[in-house]
């Protein structure tokens, strides 16, 4: 639940949480110690005025009202690692569905990435949908918002991190068979029209999942989870040979 995540990790953010009267669910109680711990404002709701305030119908019978996240620049994520040190950066290209986004941002958090960027004309942006797909990740993982993605793919080479794109084309190495690179950059694209050709441009690699199915590809969302498990398996192994 976003809520409980905020709770735990940016209470600072929660000005109030609205919840409704429900003795029997677990879940919501344990939210409430959790604000009441933490000396947040907590109010009673009807889920007819949750449903109001989110504009939806899905909102788990708690609302919170917070501060908006500062922003992060791209310059102060490349800054938070030094050039001889593991990073794991996260560059989305038009991923426009807000579950899809949701989902990845979750990935991110659980598989420990420095930090996500995607571009304000090519994504969602982080809203209700997205931070409850994202399960309150996308109140953990610095997110970057740029106005050009292969802008900021130039840049992040320059930090000296490998840009490796997942790109089903030809030419495509088998994520079995490739080795990541300490310091990389996972690069994804729309489940349509994939990473944008100015942006392929600049990868340093293209890898692609083998599929033994039917069908010829995975969501992308589930496909960052193969990719980013792939990397950390690696780094793992990396560090049992050293």
Same mark, same amino acid.
């Given at each position: 639940?976003?809520t409980r995540e905020l709770l735990l990790f940016s209470p ?12 029997? $669910? ?14 947040i404002k907590l109010s009673k709701a009807s889920k007819h /005025? ?49 579950? $899809? ?19 304000? $004309? ?16 996308? /109140?953990?993982?610095?997110?970057? /918002?740029?106005? $050009? ?20 084309? /030809? ?72």
């Amino acid at each position: 639940n976003a809520t409980r995540e905020l709770l735990l990790f940016s209470p600072g953010r929660v000005k109030e949480v609205l919840v409704v009267e429900d003795r029997e $669910n677990k879940r919501l109680k344990e939210i409430v110690e959790l604000a009441l711990k933490q000396d947040i404002k907590l109010s009673k709701a009807s889920k007819h /005025e949750l449903s109001q305030i989110v504009r939806s119908d899905s909102h788990q019978g708690i609302v919170a009202k917070v501060d908006a996240r500062e922003g992060f620049s791209l310059k102060s994520l490349l800054g938070s690692k030094r050039s001889d040190e593991a990073g794991l950066l996260l560059l989305i290209d038009a991923v426009q569905d807000p579950h $899809n986004l949701g989902a990845i941002l979750r990935a991110a958090e659980c598989y420990g990435v420095q930090g996500v960027i995607y571009s304000r $004309n090519r994504c969602p942006g982080i809203g209700p949908v997205v931070r409850k797909s994202s399960s309150g990740a996308s /109140e953990i993982v610095p997110v970057v /918002e740029v106005g $050009n993605l292969v802008q900021a793919a130039v840049t992040i080479k320059k930090a000296e991190y490998w840009l490796v794109g997942a790109d089903v084309g /030809e030419g495509s190495e088998s994520l079995h068979k490739f080795s990541f690179p300490a310091r990389c950059c996972l690069v994804l694209g729309s489940e349509g029209s994939g990473i944008q050709r100015l942006l392929l441009e600049k990868l340093d690699y293209r890898v692609k999942i083998p599929m033994f199915g039917r069908l010829d590809s995975l969501n992308v969302s589930q496909a960052a989870s193969v990719f980013l498990d792939a990397y950390r398996r690696g780094l793992c192994s990396i560090d049992k040979q050293a």
